[in-house]
C-alpha cells in the first residue's frame, strides 16, 4: 500500500509563497490523480485543485486560480502545491489525497498526514 | 462554485440508524454519479466512506449505505456505534475535472 507522505509544518509571513510536497513511499502515483484540499482551524474541507498523473494535466478551484500551481516530479512519486500571495485566512492544515482513478472526478481513497501551514502578519 | 450543503449536525442513539443529506444543484451532485463521503475523527486526515454515490471501499462497514436522489445524497449509517462519532463530508464531481465538498456534519452518538 503506498503512502502519501507530506513535508512538515510550516510559518510563513503574509504575502510570502509555501510549498508542500507528497511523496508516494513505496510506489508513485502514475496511475491516479493527485489532490490538494486544506482545512483552515475549525473548518470544513476545501478543493483546492488536483494533477492527473497519466497526462498531468492540472485544474485548480476557481477561488485560488492564479495563487495555487500544483506539479509532480518526472517519476510521479512526489507532488507539490504552491501558494503564493499567502493572507492570514490561508492558515489551514493543507493534505494531498490520491483519487480512485487517473481522472479528477472520482472520491481520495488515500491521504497524506496533513502539513499545517500558519500565516502570520 | 459553492459548498454543498449539508446539516451542522446529527444525533442518534447507539444501535439507531442516521442520515446525513447533502445537497447540491444539476451542475454536480446532480449531474454526475460521483459522489463521495468522508469520516473525520479529530485531528485526523478523513476516510474515504463511500464513493461513486453508493459504492464501499474494501474495509469499511456495511453500516454505512450512500444514495442519491436528483439534486441531494444522502449517507446512512445504521447501527450507530460510538466509534461513528465524527465529522462527515460529502464531496462532488462538478465537470471540467473540479470537485467540491459539503459544509461538514458533526455526528454525535448519544
Known sequence: ?121 | QSALTQPASVSGSPGQSITISCTGTSSDVGGYNYVSWYQQHPGKAPKLMIYDVSNRPSGVSDRFSGSKSGNTASLTISGLQAEDEADYYCSSYTGSSTQVFGTGTKVTVL
Open chain 1, 1 to 121: 500500500q503506498v503512502q502519501l507522505v507530506q513535508s512538515g509544518a510550516e510559518v510563513k509571513k503574509s504575502g510570502s509563497s509555501v510549498k508542500v510536497s507528497c511523496k508516494a513511499s513505496g510506489g508513485t502515483f502514475s496511475s491516479f490523480a493527485i489532490n490538494w484540499v486544506r482545512q483552515a482551524p475549525g473548518q470544513g474541507l476545501e478543493w483546492m485543485g488536483g494533477i492527473m498523473g497519466m497526462f498531468r494535466t492540472t485544474t485548480y478551484a476557481q477561488r485560488l486560480q492564479g495563487r495555487v500551481t500544483i506539479t509532480a516530479d518526472e517519476f510521479m512519486t512526489t507532488s507539490e502545491m504552491e501558494l503564493n500571495s499567502l493572507r492570514s485566512e490561508d492558515t489551514a492544515v493543507y493534505y494531498c489525497a490520491r483519487g480512485l482513478g487517473y481522472h479528477l472526478n472520482q472520491g481520495f481513497d488515500n491521504w497524506g498526514q496533513g502539513t499545517l501551514v500558519t500565516v502570520s502578519s
